[in-house]
């Protein structure tokens, strides 16, 4: 069936370094992927989105890239900093009569160690 | 603004039992979900909601009930317990359902003894 998942669970980086968080995808049909942030207790928060007819994305410190030909969704996070630490889920979005539905992955947990 | 509100943040049921997960959202969106998320998984979707008095199933509806009876609220009523349904329940919103941006609420840890 429809999936996303993830390659590693677990990353743990140095202050400062840059962070790279991958997803592989298998539904070629859905138009958005999406990345969202869950601290310890909270409700997952949105970070950034990726149409389906792009390559890249850039917003505050993060970069999303997509790599529709082999199905690959990566999150980079610039100069990784504590308050990064988290769960990182990427989720896929359905086209057309299904787009309300984001299918998630099962998550990264990222540690920034000071 | 208050954002999406869940009450309440923890509760132990015994099996059998019901409950009522109650949520709220201020920010007068049209969509709002119920998810669960199970340790070390992502969230699956229970109930989706479109508007006031339309709701439908998502991924995982076996065993819950919801209703919207108006655009704030959205609870979802566990009938009879069962250890599987143990788990941390999200509710999230949208304005629409063509937002990728959901806002989520602090979520509510069942568990079912």
Redesign the interface.
């Known amino acids: 069936g429809e999936s ?1 998942g993830l390659h590693l ?1 677990t990353l743990s980086v140095q202050e400062g370094d840059n962070s790279i968080i991958n997803c592989a995808y298998s539904n070629s049909a859905s138009d ?1 992927f ?1 990345w969202y942030k869950q601290e310890s ?6 970070i950034i ?1 990726i149409r389906s007819n792009m390559d890249k994305r850039q917003g505050q410190r993060v970069t999303v890239l997509l790599n529709k030909t082999v199905k690959h969704l990566s999150l980079q996070i610039a100069a990784t900093q504590p308050g990064d630490s988290a769960v990182y ?1 990427c ?1 896929e ?1 359905g086209a057309g009569g299904s ?9 990264t947990l990222l540690t920034v160690n000071p | 603004n208050a954002g ?1 509100t869940q009450t309440p943040k923890f509760r132990i049921l015994k099996i059998g039992q019901s409950m009522t997960l109650q949520c709220t959202q201020d920010m007068n969106h049209n ?1 709002m979900y119920w ?1 669960r998320q199970d340790p ?6 229970i109930y ?1 909601s ?1 508007g006031a008095g339309i709701t439908d199933k ?1 991924e995982v509806p076996n065993g819950y009930n919801v209703s919207r009876s108006t655009t704030e609220d959205f609870p979802l009523r566990l009938e009879l317990a069962a250890p599987s349904q143990t788990s941390v329940y ?1 509710c ?1 919103s949208s304005y629409s ?2 937002d ?8 509510t840890r069942l568990t079912v003894v």
């Open positions: 996303v669970p958005y999406i207790g909270k409700g997952p928060q949105f989105d889920f989720a979005r787009n309300y539905k984001l299918t998630f992955g099962k998550g | 999406v969509y998810y070390g998984m992502g969230l699956k979707l989706y479109v998502g999200f999230a359902g063509s990728t941006e959901a806002f989520f609420g602090q979520g």
